[in-house]
């Protein structure tokens, strides 16, 4: 908890990830009695995979009671500047932030100082965040190409970021990230680090439907270079094949139509494209006995979520020639990383 007298919350979420654990931070915060004091601004893309799955979580999150209201900030730099403007006027205790690398958060917090901020888990950019925030590094996405006046406006609100944050009297990581496992954390002593264990989705969705076999979880590795696409076909095939009874692959919005034919072809799966976070679709849908993932977030946030429920959970380990020649070294490596963390968890 980031403070006895917590007062109105303000999520500010670009994902339906971060709008889940959003969700939860509710759930666990405030309690289904008070959910007029939680407002959701969702600072949705267009279009795509993300803006259906946050689609369907805003409507859910209204039937919750909360207040959401959804901004097309991502439409024009008129929309972003009056979207910034907007949420920056708005006094939050906390403000709840869902991708703290956001340019469009980062200007929000730079034109008004929040008083107390909780971070929502992003997948495994929650590691690289506290990796930043101890080091005192600019909160800048590795990939960013930027140049010019955008790259220096950029990287200023980047530094001005995490310096408000560590100097921050209450600063707050909801997580189901292994950070407690970063030797950088020790650092961060005016931090306060949660782990939770989904307990708003556990009871909206108590009961999941059984279902007798094995649920693949698809991975972006193949598609954005990472993994060669042969090998990683090759490795989702025999773990097709090692289970007993159907099979399920529940794609990645980066896969390609070309590649889930081919998965389902070579695996013998039904591909399947959620309008859902894959945590929630498992416990709505139905979850098989056994679920199989490469070291990616899900193997962090999968067992938590279905902590409650007779599912066997397996880790696959990238061999060293999965990885295609183009993968860069940081790709390599932090994927590396990825596995010695998912090991460690999955071994509790």
Known sequence: MIAADRGEALALVESPAQLLHALEYWWDAYGA???????????APDRGPDARQLA???????????????????????????AAASLARRTARPLVVGDPFSGLIQAIMAIRRPHGVVVVDDGAATLEFV?????????TRPADQRDGLGARLGGRLAR?????????????????????????????????????????????????PAWPGTDIVGSSLAATGVLDGAAYLEAI??????????????AHRRESEEGLAQVARRAGALIIRSDWPLELALRRRGVGDRVVALPTSAVFTL????????????????????????????SVAQLRRLTALARGATAE
Not at 131 to 139: D, G, N, Q, T, Y
Not at 182 to 205: E, I, V
Request: proline share 7%; glycine share 4%; charged share 20%.
């Open 303 to 330: 067992p938590r979520a279905l902590a409650d429920l007779s599912v066997s959970f397996e880790v696959i380990a990238p061999e060293p020639d999965w990885f295609a020649p183009t993968a860069s070294a940081r």
């Open 160 to 208: 001005h970021t995490v310096a408000t944050l560590r100097s921050l009297d209450h600063l707050e990581v909801f997580t189901t990230m292994p950070v407690d496992r970063l030797a950088a954390a020790a650092s961060l002593g005016h931090a306060h680090f949660t782990t939770h264990s989904y307990a708003w989705l556990k009871h909206r969705f108590p009961h999941p």
């Open 56 to 82: 369907a979580l805003f409507r859910m999150a209204e039937t919750e009671g909360v207040a959401a209201r959804w901004f097309g900030a991502r439409r024009s730099r008129t929309r972003w500047v009056h």
């Open 131 to 139: 990796r930043r925030l101890a080091a005192a590094k600019p909160l």
């Open 237 to 250: 095939s025999a773990q097709a094949a090692r289970g007993d009874g159907p099979v399920r692959y529940w």
């Open 33 to 43: 009695g008070a959910p007029a004091r939680f407002k959701i601004a969702i600072l």
